[in-house]
Structure formats: C-alpha cells, structure tokens
C-alpha cells in the first residue's frame, strides 16, 4: 500500500532528462536545517577541503608534540646523566656551533676577496697605490676575522692559527700583525672545571694533592693552562691542566675542518690541503696525551744532555695523567723578548746560535724532533756560566725522522751551502723529491742564488718579494714538492720556519745557514762513526771521524770563497785596464 502523499514532497532534479524524486518530510527538514550547497563539484571540494585540514591539523600537532617533546626528553635525560655524559651532550651541540661558525668566516673571506679582486679593484693598476691600499684593507679583514674564529672556537683553532704566524716571509703582513696575538690567547676556564678533571683522573680536589695550587692560571695555551704549585715537600712544580672538553670535542673538529678544506677545495681547485690534515691528524692527537709528552720530553733530556746549556724540566709522574702533566718550575723569558734578554746581560748571538744549534742536532742527527718550538715554549735564563741558558717547554708535537732520510738532509744541507748542483739534485731525489732546486729553496726559505756562497739571514725586499711571487705562481709545484717528500718532513719545515722567525726577531745576530750546515756535516759524521763495526763503537774514532768530516766542510767553504773572492777581483782587474767588458749580468755578479 502506497503511503500517503502528505508525507512525501516531489523535487524535480535539473538535468538533461527530466526525473523525480520523493523525499519524506524527516529528511526534508534535515535538509533544510544543512546550508545550501552549490553543486556536486563544490560538495566534493569541501570534503576535500575538510580532508586537508584534517592532515594539517594532524601535522600541526605532531609538530608542536615533538617541538615540545623533544626537548624535554632531552632535558630530563641531561638532569639524570652522569656530569661526563653532561659535558659531552654540550660538546656536541657546541660543535654545530663551531661548524657554522668556521663555515661563515671561510665563505666571508673567499667572497671578501672575490669581491676586492673582481668587482672593487678591478682594473686598476696592481702596483698602483689605490690597488695596493684596497688589498691591504681586505687581508687585514680576512686576518681579523681568522683570530675573531679561532679565539670563539678555541682549541686546534688556535694551535692552526699558530702556525701560520711562522710563514711571516709568505703570508701578507697585516696577517702576520693580526695572528701574533694568538701565541698569548687561550680559552679562560673556570675554577670547578679544573677541580671536576682532577676528580676524574686523580679522585681527589687539587689542595689533597698539592701543598699548595694557585687556581689562577700563570700562562694559558691553546690546548691548556699552567698553574703554580707546590708538591707535598715543598718542590714548586708547574701543573699543566688540559681543557676539560678537549678530548671530546677533538674528532668532531677535525671532521669540521675537513669539510671546510672540502669547500675550499670545490671553491679553489688548486688549494687542496685536505691530505695534509689527514697526515698530521695522528701526531695531533698524540698532544692531548700528557703521559706522551711528559715521554717525549724526558727522550729529549737525554739525548740533548751534552748541551749543557739546555734545561727540559723534570716530570713528576706520581701527579701527572693523559690530561695533567707536573713538571718542574723553571724561570726564563720568551726568547724573542729582546729587552729582557739584553737586561739580563746576555747576548743576543749566543742565544740564537745555541737555540740553532740545538734544534738542528734533533734534524740532522737524534731524528726526534721538536716540531712546535715557538717562541712561546722556549724560555732564556741566565745559567751557571753568566751565559745563556734554554729552557725547552711543551713536547707534546714531536715527528721521527728516519736514518737514511737524515744522512740525506744532512748531505742536501751541505751541498746547498757549496752551491753543489749535482749534490742538490742527488739528495733531493733520494727525498723523493724531483724538482730539487724549488725543494732547496723551500727548505731555507730564501732565494738561491748559484753565483754566491753567501746566504744572508735577513731577507731583502727583494727576496721577500721573490718568495711570495713563487708561493703563488708556482703554487701547484710547491703542493706536488710538499706531496712528494717524506711525511715527517712536514714538521720539519715547521720547525725550520719557526727558528728562522725567531732567528730574525732577535735581529738574525747568528749565520742559521752556516751553524746548520756545520751541525748537519756533524751529525752525518756521527751517524757513519756509530755504523756497526768494531773500531765506530770506540768514542775516539767517533770523535776523529766526526772532527775530520767537519773540517773537510770548514776547508771546502772557505776555499770556495776564497775562489769566488779572487775570481771578482781578477775580472774587476781586467775591466779595469779595458781588457773585458762586463755586461749587466756580470757586472751584477760582480757587484
């Protein structure tokens, strides 16, 4: 049976047919109580619509639950964690920090210099004053902000920025003025760090294992700082207390430097040192350990004790550990401090001749050398003898040069100062090094030049100008000559240009190219005199070998002078009387 018409509405629906639809009231007026729609494509919107801001607000949440969440977790997780744990959850978000730091000067300075050389200075004359003006300004910016880096990041920051300073005859002055302030800057830690390493080296505060321990640091470094201290006995001791997070934050910083050498390299082709921080890596971390350095510094002593005028201050093991090394206190002043040198009555000469001629005895003779002898980790004192005394700091950086590459150094040294080219190919070549003549100026940092014996220690504009004109134009023969030869001999070169440096800030009183071919002709003759055999193994056929290879040396330079001496004279006689004719290139050699 039909149901009543009354309870039903016809509603004719537009379209292409003609249809009919019954509706109840019920649903009629639940229609009616809906909003009026459009047609089905608006209706499918809005449901799509509605979809969507469902998943957004899903989103939404999720967001705010993990913004929220995640630092708390974090939070609570750093409440309960051991202060060890603590300190390496900071160290880890302070090493993003340091990353996006490094990265931000490294990018700063490449378009500082993209910009000053492209677009500011651009065509304007290179010896031109304005352009000379316009350079400087940018390298002391870039050098500003390499010290504004390295002193916010501290650490191997500091440690790198270091050893520039002794590439003073390569790198732009107004780099050399800026990084010097870096040889004095360290991180200031406060007291509670010192007193949570020595819990956990030592489980004991610093007043249980010291008589007495002056918490404010007498001297700071990149990787520590020293305190003054008395042992239990009364013996005052320098106490050397590395930074706390140093270990921790160590691997995450040479990764960062790896990328940033990664970028440069992207950025500038023919600047690849990423291989250099790969082999140094090693030897770097070898001077976060203490015990190692208080080692080497004790194989130092001993095989320096023949320098009587050499004093490596001794190790008190019983309180010192991977992070804290006590030694004895020794007095002294930093050996480039002139003034005080001079006010001690000490001579100028004598010091540098002594500080020469120790650290060439490690090179061409011990093989165990100090590759970190900055000024700041070489002290003068008066000694004994009213003379000049050194006091050798700091052996945690130390690299092993191997016998044949010594007796190879020590012959490439002397032939170098003879003007031998056959002899400085040969030895160069037994380094693994075939561009020799380059290689030869790079070991003594200077013009060569094959007309004169003579090697002055002080260079002229000229030759400082020369050296800078090769570093950059023969760039990529001075990367392939720094690949080619022995490792170690990396730290070699450093050490080299840290006692030039030193050498020159004293007013290069001593002939360093004389005393260190003299001290390489002795130490090649003490390296053949200990060969096995029976009569070497006797100290007075030693002592004969070593006395005539030095002499031979003496005799050989001397009569090459003399030559070259009467060789001028006679050709200056000939010129003279208008026999010859010189022409500008000897008259110059003349001259």
Not at 533 to 560: A, C, I, Q, Y
Request: charged share 25%; with cysteine; aromatic share 10%.
């Amino acid at each position: 049976m039909a149901p009543p018409i009354s309870r039903y509405l016809r509603v004719t629906l537009s379209g292409s047919t003609n249809q009919q639809l019954r509706l109840c009231l019920r649903h009629t007026a639940l229609l009616a109580r809906c909003p009026r729609g459009g047609s089905p494509l608006q209706t499918t919107r809005s449901f799509s619509s509605l979809r969507e801001g469902k998943r957004a607000g899903l989103l939404w949440k999720t967001f705010v639950g993990i913004s929220i969440g995640a630092p708390t977790v974090a939070g609570v997780k750093y409440a309960v964690s051991e202060p060890r744990d603590r300190r390496k959850m900071r160290v880890g978000i302070e090493g993003f920090g340091r990353f996006c730091r490094s990265l931000s000067v490294g990018l700063l300075i490449s378009v500082d210099y993209w910009w000053t050389t492209n677009v500011a200075l651009r065509g304007l004359d290179e010896s031109s004053p304005s352009y000379l003006a316009g350079m400087s300004a940018c390298h002391q910016r870039a050098a500003d902000h390499i010290v504004e880096g390295a002193v916010r990041n501290g650490g191997i920051y500091i440690k790198l920025g270091q050893g520039l300073c002794s590439f003073n005859h390569l790198l732009p002055p107004e780099y050399i003025h800026t990084l010097q302030v870096l040889e004095d800057k360290a991180l200031n830690r406060r007291y509670k760090e010192v007193d949570a390493l020595f819990q956990e080296d030592f489980n004991k505060n610093p007043e249980q294992l010291f008589k007495t321990f002056d918490y404010e640091p007498i001297a700071a470094a990149s990787l520590a700082q020293v305190h003054k201290a008395e042992l239990p006995d009364g013996t005052p001791v320098a106490v050397k207390v590395q930074y706390i997070d140093l270990r921790d934050r160590f691997d995450g910083d040479i990764r960062t430097l790896e990328i940033l050498l990664d970028v440069v390299k992207f950025m500038h082709p023919s600047f690849g040192f990423r291989w250099v921080l790969k082999d140094l890596k090693g030897t770097l971390a070898q001077e976060l350990d203490f015990e190692n350095e208080a080692r080497n510094s004790e194989r130092c002593a001993e095989e320096l004790k023949h320098f009587k005028f050499i004093v490596v201050p001794k190790v008190f093991w019983e309180q010192t550990s991977k992070r804290v090394l006590t030694a004895e206190f020794c007095e002294g002043c930093k050996i480039n401090n002139v003034e005080e040198i001079k006010r001690q009555g000490l001579s100028l000469k004598d010091t540098a001749d002594k500080l020469i001629r120790t650290f060439a005895e490690q090179i061409f003779y011990t093989g165990f050398i100090h590759a970190d002898p900055h000024p700041g980790n070489v002290l003068v004192r008066r000694g004994p003898d009213n003379k000049a005394e050194l006091v050798l700091l700091d052996h945690g950086l130390y690299e092993y040069l191997s016998q044949c590459d010594r007796v190879a150094l020590c012959k490439l040294w002397r032939s170098i100062v003879l003007r031998d080219k056959a002899a400085m190919e040969k030895y160069s070549n037994a380094l693994g090094v075939t561009q020799y003549f380059l290689f030869c100026e790079m070991l003594l940092q200077r013009p060569i030049s094959m007309r004169e014996l003579g090697l002055s220690n002080i260079l002229s504009r000229e030759d400082t100008s020369y050296m800078r004109e090769m570093a950059v134009n023969h760039f990529e023969s001075v990367m392939q000559v720094l690949k080619s030869m022995p490792r170690p001999m990396l730290l070699v070169f450093r050490n080299l240009n840290t006692v030039r440096s030193i050498n020159i800030s004293l007013g290069a009183p001593a002939d360093r190219y004389f005393v260190m071919a003299k001290s390489a002709v002795r130490g090649w003759g003490k390296i053949q005199a200990e060969r096995p055999g029976m009569l070497p193994r006797l100290w007075v056929f030693r002592w004969m070998r070593t006395t005539w290879e030095s002499l031979k040396f003496e005799l050989s330079l001397r009569s090459e002078m003399a030559m070259m001496s009467l060789t001028r004279s006679f050709l200056n006689l000939l010129s003279r009387f208008g026999l010859i004719s010189l022409d500008a290139e000897m008259y110059e050699y003349l001259r």
